[in-house]
């Protein structure tokens, strides 16, 4: 999980580097073409391929990439405009978000103590946000809507059957971001020429990619997830060291309070929700 996590954040520095230069669209369908290559080679490989979900799983993947493109979108806009540590910090609250999502829409339990964990992560979330401070990036409200899509998108993977292969339903989702990526570059950007150097990063971001979507699963299954999850934070690790090292940004106490705070509340839910 650690290394899925570090994958993920090199994926992520590898985006925002490119982007400073070149449209975010352009960057996402260049990364997509190298995603698509990866997993759908390695899918085929597997024989993914040979079992199809079913109509009802279908409509859910259909969902899920709909869901998936939102939080694409919505968090590398953001990613490009604020530090990569403070963006990452936001996506932090996911199981605080899932936990309220999953009581109002799937009628799941949660108690007072869970409850309380909620309201002091979303605190800490607004700390690290502070709108109305005089450091408020407006791209942070991008950020929050990348939470609100990547809930949504966990909310429908919950419905899918014990049959439904993730990397399938990976590999459909790369081809829908990446052909979202491409309408909008011509629709809302502009194609500018691609050099050796881009092309290699945008390279590497699909592979850190593949490499800490790959990762993840392997924990999941073969780790107990009361014990595997939680080193999803190590992610905050990478994303300060990355943004101390590429781009000389260090978060100030506030962040690093409210960091802490969301983190520690979102570890305490993952606990409860295991433990009931």
Same mark, same amino acid.
């Given at each position: 999980?650690?290394?899925?996590?570090?994958?993920? =954040?090199?994926?992520?520095?590898?985006?925002?580097?490119?982007?400073?230069?070149?449209?975010?669209?352009?960057?996402?369908?260049?990364?997509?073409?190298?995603?698509?290559?990866?997993?759908?080679?390695?899918?085929?490989?597997?024989?993914?391929?040979?079992?199809?979900?079913?109509?009802?799983?279908?409509?859910?993947?259909?969902?899920?990439?709909?869901?998936?493109?939102?939080?694409?979108? +919505?968090?590398?806009?953001? &990613?490009?405009?604020? %530090?990569?540590?403070?963006?990452?910090?936001?996506?932090?609250?996911? %199981?605080?978000?899932?936990?309220?999502?999953?009581?109002?829409? +799937? /009628?799941?339990?949660?108690?007072?103590?869970? =409850?309380?964990?909620?309201? *002091?992560?979303?605190?800490?979330?607004?700390?690290?946000?502070? %709108?109305?401070?005089?450091?408020?990036?407006? !791209?942070?409200?991008?950020?929050?809507?990348? *939470?609100?899509?990547?809930?949504?998108?966990?909310?429908?993977? /919950?419905?899918?059957?014990?049959?439904?292969?993730?990397?399938?339903?990976?590999?459909?989702?790369?081809?829908?971001?990446?052909?979202?990526?491409?309408?909008?570059?011509?629709?809302?950007?502009? $194609?500018? %020429?691609?050099?050796?150097?881009?092309?290699? &990063?945008?390279?590497?971001?699909?592979?850190?990619?593949?490499?800490? !979507?790959?990762?993840?699963?392997?924990?999941?299954?073969?780790?107990?997830?009361?014990?595997?999850?939680?080193?999803?934070?190590?992610? +905050?690790?990478?994303?300060?060291?990355?943004?101390?090292?590429?781009?000389?940004?260090?978060?100030?106490?506030?962040?690093?309070?409210?960091?802490?705070?969301?983190?520690?509340?979102?570890? !305490?839910?993952? $606990?409860?929700?295991?433990?009931?």
């Amino acid at each position: 999980m650690c290394g899925s996590m570090a994958g993920f =954040a090199l994926n992520d520095a590898s985006i925002k580097t490119v982007a400073s230069d070149m449209n975010v669209y352009q960057a996402i369908f260049i990364r997509g073409l190298f995603t698509v290559l990866f997993i759908g080679a390695f899918a085929l490989l597997s024989g993914t391929f040979k079992n199809l979900p079913d109509r009802s799983d279908q409509k859910l993947i259909a969902w899920r990439s709909v869901a998936e493109v939102g939080a694409t979108m +919505m968090f590398l806009t953001a &990613l490009v405009n604020m %530090p990569i540590a403070n963006i990452t910090a936001i996506l932090q609250a996911l %199981p605080l978000t899932v936990s309220v999502a999953a009581a109002l829409f +799937m /009628r799941e339990y949660f108690g007072w103590r869970r =409850a309380v964990a909620i309201l *002091v992560g979303f605190c800490g979330m607004i700390i690290i946000v502070r %709108p109305g401070a005089d450091g408020f990036n407006s !791209y942070a409200l991008f950020g929050l809507a990348a *939470v609100v899509f990547v809930t949504w998108r966990d909310l429908t993977v /919950r419905k899918f059957s014990i049959n439904v292969s993730s990397l399938f339903v990976s590999f459909v989702t790369s081809v829908v971001i990446t052909i979202t990526g491409g309408i909008a570059t011509i629709l809302l950007g502009e $194609w500018t %020429p691609v050099s050796n150097t881009e092309l290699a &990063l945008l390279a590497l971001a699909a592979i850190f990619l593949f490499g800490g !979507y790959y990762a993840s699963v392997a924990a999941m299954r073969v780790g107990e997830i009361a014990s595997v999850a939680p080193f999803r934070y190590t992610i +905050m690790i990478w994303a300060i060291l990355l943004g101390w090292l590429i781009w000389g940004d260090i978060p100030d106490g506030w962040t690093l309070l409210g960091m802490t705070i969301v983190i520690s509340m979102g570890a !305490y839910t993952l $606990w409860r929700e295991r433990i009931r």
